[in-house]
């Protein structure tokens, strides 16, 4: 499970919103979610997987959320995109947060901010996701005086 866990967020932080593509167009996987409009997608990587395989990556994700903290684990990762024109659109406009719920029921809130990548920006930030087990990950979308809320399932090892 960890390694399928690895590929998804290695993937993701390469650029792709999904694990695979049919026609230039994603495959949902279960960290996407269809909410309309448009698609929500999460990546989960810990940070020292990301300072380890992939240090660039590391560099860029600090320049746009600053040093982890003390605490913090793991970088999350939103994606918001819509498929157009045969082919996949970011959408950027929008003011991101997520709520991370670990399995003891702590649960930190936090504003994700804007990151570039090479199709276009994803929203992210450090959480502290020490412990093993279930998490459920929140996103929290705020668009046009409009809110929706986005709910993932995540299992630490």
Same mark, same amino acid.
């Given at each position: ?24 167009? +994603?495959?949902? =996987? ?12 999460? !990546? %989960?990587?810990? #940070? &020292? ?20 903290? +003390?605490?913090? =684990? ?12 045969? !082919? %996949?659109?970011? #959408? &950027? ?65």
């Amino acid at each position: 499970m960890r390694k399928i866990l690895f590929l998804f967020s290695l993937f993701f932080f390469l650029g792709a919103a999904s694990s695979e593509k049919v026609n230039g167009v +994603p495959v949902p =996987t279960p960290f996407t979610k269809n909410v309309g409009d448009y698609n929500v997608s999460i !990546g %989960v990587m810990p #940070i &020292s997987e990301l300072q380890e395989k992939f240090p660039r990556a590391y560099k860029l994700l600090v320049r746009y959320h600053g040093e982890p903290g +003390p605490k913090d =684990t793991h970088h999350v990762a939103v994606s918001i995109w819509k498929e157009e024109n045969g !082919g %996949v659109k970011y #959408i &950027s406009s929008f003011k991101v947060e997520a709520e991370v719920r670990s399995p003891i029921f702590r649960a930190y809130r936090k504003k994700l901010s804007k990151y570039p990548h090479q199709y276009g920006d994803n929203y992210g930030g450090w959480f502290d996701m020490s412990d093993k087990g279930l998490y459920h990950i929140a996103v929290i979308i705020h668009e046009d005086g409009r809110t929706r809320r986005v709910d993932f399932d995540y299992l630490a090892q």
